[in-house]
Every structure is written in structure tokens, then in C-alpha cells.
């Protein structure tokens, strides 16, 4: 007997209540009773005194048989006035919290729903609690990490539109007015591109002087960078033509604003209604040769349209891009030749072909070091023999220069510009869409915060609840232990599997 009384009683929780209900601690049947428990004790809870210890039993819990137990442990406190000389207590308060103890008492109805709020808080409210706790905690983790991935890929996109920016030559402040700007200034530029073209007279020397001793080569060569190299950026006419114009009519862009005439200075005639006539008269001695008499032959109205003996209209058909006055420069004759798309298009392929020579006379002096390489222009004129390689590097320098100048992307894009207007629409929309994503990717960036933020507010009221349910779940174990015990003659019991 003595080694049985040292033996625990180990139950799982889980099946704590059918445990009880086995053993006939308990009845099947205790749910009904305890509906009417818990009316009572709604009823008793609207009479409770003043005392700090009963609101913080009666706070956001379920009161259960023991919290019922400490109640009227403290009303004997401040019920103690209500004694009458048999020791009873008067107090309706009193007779409530002693009556509901009773119903409980009855059957081990207490046990039963003690078990049962364990098994709950163990099973479900726990893990509930525990489940949105994560989640909670799992949203901070992920509206973090997206918050960096958003903040991230809109300083990525900005940066695009500053490096989009930067490629057009502007700052990104006011896209089109800056690419506008930029279209103002670009005679100016090709103005100076012509005028270093006068640097090129040594090169198309030697490209000349070569060719001819080469290939025996009698046309010119080079003739258009041969004509900016005196004439400089002069326009297209004076190169078709070799004239000076005496009129430049320069063409209307398109997409540039036209002043509409004033209001008041427009003669919209005479707009007074008359009398509809059958006659048409003839003014001013003007015979338009219409008659609206009746046709002897033919059977309705007909129109007499006049003589049909008319001369042939002659139409002289004018060659494009042909002046219709001599020495007036009109469309694309009056632009200048490196605004004009053929022209200009034609003094990059010149230069190009001139870089293409420097750079194969270069490679080449760089291996005639044989004496057949040079025998071969022992013959040739001076201004080929006595060029160096540092010489036709410095040659070929310049020339990539003003290639690069003429080609490169910021060029191209203002060359688009110039070539149609509308160009700046398309650019500015597509440098805003940039800055639009950017602008997008910051908000949701913000949102991502508030989120992130709204987690913590819900992980700072789980914390209290789970903390708060850990410790009266311990407690409610350790009474139905001390219960349970006390009916097995004090032997150890456990409560398997409380773990929240």
C-alpha cells in the first residue's frame, strides 16, 4: 500500500474530462447544470464591492469554481457586519456566491468544467493565440523585407531616369522645356562642329594625295567634309548649288505653336440671310454661263455649262527641293548642312571613310618595316613619305572627335528632336513613366511601413493574452492536480501534455 501511495497518477490532458467521467467523479451530464451556474453568476457579478483583487478575477476571464472559491474568501472580509448571532451572513451578496458554490459542489460539477476549460485552453485557445501570434510576427518579417525591396527598386528606377536624363543632356527637372533648350542650342553646336571641320584640310591632303598615287583616282574625294572645310556649316542650297542664297525661308517645324490673328482683324463678311431667288443675276458684267431654263431637249433642268471648246491648262511639274526663285532658299534647302538629314547623313559617312583610311595607314606604317614595304613609296609625293605614326594618330584623333561629337547618343536623340517635335512627347512620356513607377514603388514602400506597423500593434495585444492565458492555465492545472489528489488519499497526480 505504501509503494501504491507514491506512485503518480499520470492523465493526459486531453482526456482529462472522459477520465473523470470514468472513474463517476463526474457526470455526463454536467453541461445542463451549468448553464444555470452561469446565469448566477452573470446575476451575482452586477452586486460585487469595491476590491481590487475581485476585478482583476472578474477581468477578461472565465470564472470557473475556484475564482468562485477566492470570491467569497474575500466577501467574509467585507461581508463580516452582515453575521447575525448564528454566524450566518445576512447579506444577499453573501447567500448568492455561497449558493453557486453549492451547484458547483453538486455531482463535481466544478471538476468537470475546470477540465474541460483546460483541455480548451490547452487544445484550441493556445494554439489559436500561439497561430496569430506568428502570423503577426511573420507579417513584420515580410513587410520589412518588401519595404527594402520597394525602397530599393525606386532608387533603382530614379537613378534609371537620372542616367535616362543625363543620356539627353538634361537634369530631369522639366523634361520637355529642357529638351526644347537643348534643340535652341543645337545650331549653335553643329555651328562649331563646321567650323573645326577647317581642321581637316591635311587630312583630305593625304587621303587625296593617296588615293590618286594608289589607284590613279582623277575625281574628288571627300567633297562634302572638302566644302564644310571652307565653308564651314553653311546650308544645303549653297552646297547643291555652289551659290550664296540671298533669301534663307527657313521651314516652319512642325508641332511649333502658330499666333492665331487677332479676333478683330478678321473680316468674316457678310453673314445677312436673303430671300432665295428663282433668277440668277449677273453682277459686275459676269456672264458664268449657268442657266437654270428648262432644256428644250431634254426632259428636266439642265445646266449650261458653257463653251466645252477649252484650251488645256499647262502644269509645270517643279523638281523637289528645287528653288522656285533663283537665290531664295526655301525647305530643306534653307537648313544648313549638318541640320539637313541627307547632307549631314553624307559628312558621317565622309568621315568615317576618313577614319577607316587613318586607321588602315596607321596598322600599315606600324609593319613596313621590310624593304619592299619601303621601296613601294619611294615613288610617292611628299605628303604621304614623310608622315610619321604619331603624326597619323594625332590625324586620326581628331577625326574621331568630331565623329564622336556628331554620333553620339545625346546627338542622335536631338537630331530625332529636331527632326520631328513630336519626338519630345514620346521621350517626356517615357522618362515619366520612370519616375511614375519610382513615384508607385515609394508609396507601396509606405504602405509596406503602415502594415508592418499595424503587425506590431497586434503582435504588442496577442503578448499580453498569451502570457496571460499561460498563467492561469498553469494555475487551473495545479488546482485540479491538488483536486484530483485529495481524492486519491494525496498521491502525486500530473496533468500530461499542458504545454501552450
Known sequence: MENIQNVPIDIQTSKLLDWLIDRRHCNFKWQNAVKGIR?????????????????????????????????????????????NIFGKYSSQRMKDWQEILHLYQADN??????????????SYEGPALRKQLAKAKQLQQDMSRREVECQSSAANMREHYYAACKQYGIKGDNVPRELQALVKDLPDV????????????????????????????????????????????????EWR????????????????????????????????????????????????????????EGGGDAIDWGDGDVAPVEIEIVQAGADCSEGVA?????????????????????????????????????????????????????????????????????????LGRLTSLRMQHLFMILASPRYVERVTELLRQKINQADILERKAIGMVEKRLEALEEQSRLEPRVDLLIER????????????SKRYNNRPVNLMGVII
Not at 43 to 68: T, V, W
Not at 195 to 224: G, H, R
Not at 261 to 269: A, L, Q, V
Open 330 to 402: 526655301k525647305g530643306t534647302d534653307a537648313l544648313n548642312i549638318l541640320e539637313n538629314a541627307q547632307s549631314r547623313g553624307q559628312f558621317i559617312d565622309e568621315l568615317m571613310e576618313l577614319e577607316t583610311f587613318l586607321s588602315q595607314r596607321l596598322s600599315e606604317m606600324s609593319q613596313e618595316s621590310d624593304v619592299v614595304a619601303i621601296s613601294q613609296f619611294q615613288s610617292a609625293p611628299n605628303i604621304i613619305q614623310m608622315q610619321s605614326s604619331e603624326r597619323i594618330r594625332g590625324m586620326l584623333s581628331d577625326v574621331q572627335d568630331l
Open 109 to 122: 460539477i466544478y471538476l468537470a468544467e475546470v477540465a474541460s476549460l483546460l483541455t480548451r485552453n490547452v
Open 473 to 484: 492555465t498553469q494555475e487551473l492545472k495545479k488546482m485540479i492536480e491538488s483536486d484530483i
Open 39 to 83: 446565469e448566477k453568476i452573470n446575476a451575482a457579478m452586477q452586486d460585487m464591492p469595491e476590491n481590487e483583487e475581485i476585478k482583476r478575477l472578474l477581468s477578461g476571464s472565465y470564472i470557473h469554481y475556484f475564482h468562485c472559491l477566492r470570491i467569497v474568501e474575500i466577501l467574509k472580509g467585507t461581508e463580516h457586519s452582515s453575521k
Open 241 to 296: 548649288t555652289g551659290k550664296v542664297p540671298t533669301v534663307v525661308e527657313r521651314p516652319h517645324v512642325e508641332g511649333t505653336p502658330v499666333e492665331a490673328p487677332e479676333e478683330d482683324t478678321i473680316d468674316w463678311g457678310d453673314f445677312s440671310i436673303q430671300e432665295p431667288s428663282s433668277e440668277i443675276t449677273v453682277e459686275d458684267g459676269i456672264d458664268w454661263g449657268i442657266s437654270v431654263e428648262p432644256s428644250s
Open 190 to 237: 553643329l555651328d562649331k562642329v563646321g567650323a573645326d571641320a577647317s581642321k581637316l584640310e591635311d587630312k583630305i591632303q593625304l587621303y587625296t594625295a593617296f588615293t590618286n598615287f594608289v589607284c590613279e583616282w582623277s575625281e574628288p574625294v571627300l567633297p562634302l567634309l572638302t566644302f564644310a572645310r571652307k565653308r564651314g556649316n553653311a546650308t544645303f542650297y
